[in-house]
């Protein structure tokens, strides 16, 4: 069974701090790692996506990816209050014709 | 350019009806794919079509069955619904079948309960 897996939160992060965001996976054939955003009552929408190891910036956001220990992370700079919502964790493989394997998210909570 | 729509936003069935939800993408994508999610589980595929033509079964395909009308529609059909469906349904579409390096993109969701 392939798994991700992420801290369901919530977390609690105070205006214009950094929030991390952290999700391992099982497989080791995954190749491409996304992070999406959910608010409450939407459909979650595409944040950024990594495939190399290594950081990948955009905007306040940047993603890291550690193939080796099999996790990828997400840091929020400059955390504002419409950053808060679920956040999901979702891992391709190759074989896998595009399909996405998503964690359960981390709910997070931005306070001024 | 609507993006993926579906259709009904909001439904409610009693157990051992049916109904099929709909829904259509307009950005020429080859892969479609349905989810359900519940609360504390992120999201689950259940059947998802590679391409126009095909469909194969995700991780919680029973008592769903689908159909890839044409390459813009796929379809999700409850034969008869239980209160264990009771949830809210995403479609999803992407650009390539064949790769995982394509975002998804999702419709606005089917609020489902089953009484």
């Known amino acids: 069974q392939k798994e991700v897996e992420q801290n369901s939160g919530p977390l609690s992060v105070p205006e214009g701090a950094i929030a991390s965001l952290n999700c391992t996976y099982s497989?080791?054939?995954?190749?491409?790692f996304f992070w999406y955003r959910q608010y409450s009552g939407k459909s979650p929408e595409l944040i950024m996506f990594i495939y190399s190891n290594g950081d990948k910036e955009d905007g306040r956001f940047t993603a890291q990816l550690n193939k080796a220990s099999q996790y990828v992370s997400l840091l929020i700079r400059d955390s504002q209050p419409s950053d808060s919502a679920t956040y999901l964790c979702?891992?391709?493989?190759?074989?896998?014709?595009?399909?996405?394997?998503f964690g359960a998210g981390t709910q997070v909570v931005v306070t001024p | 350019n609507a993006g993926v729509t579906q259709t009904p936003k909001f439904q409610v069935l009693k157990t051992g009806q049916s109904m099929t939800l709909q829904c259509a993408q307009d950005m020429n994508h080859n892969s479609m794919y349905w989810y359900r999610q519940d609360p504390g589980m992120g999201l689950r595929l259940i059947y998802y079509?590679?391409?126009?033509?095909?469909?194969d079964k995700g991780e919680v395909p029973n008592g769903y069955n689908v159909s890839r009308l044409n390459k813009r529609e796929f379809s999700l059909r409850l034969e008869s619904a239980a209160p264990s469906q009771t949830s809210v349904y995403f479609c999803?579409?992407?650009?390539?079948?064949?790769?995982?390096?394509?975002?998804?993109?999702f419709g606005p969701g089917t609020r489902l309960t089953v009484t």
């Open positions: 999803a579409s992407t650009e390539s079948g064949t790769s995982g390096l394509r975002e998804q993109y």
């Open positions: 979702a891992v391709s493989s190759t074989d896998s014709w595009g399909k996405l394997q």
């Open positions: 079509s590679a391409s126009e033509g095909t469909t």
């Open positions: 497989d080791r054939g995954s190749q491409s």
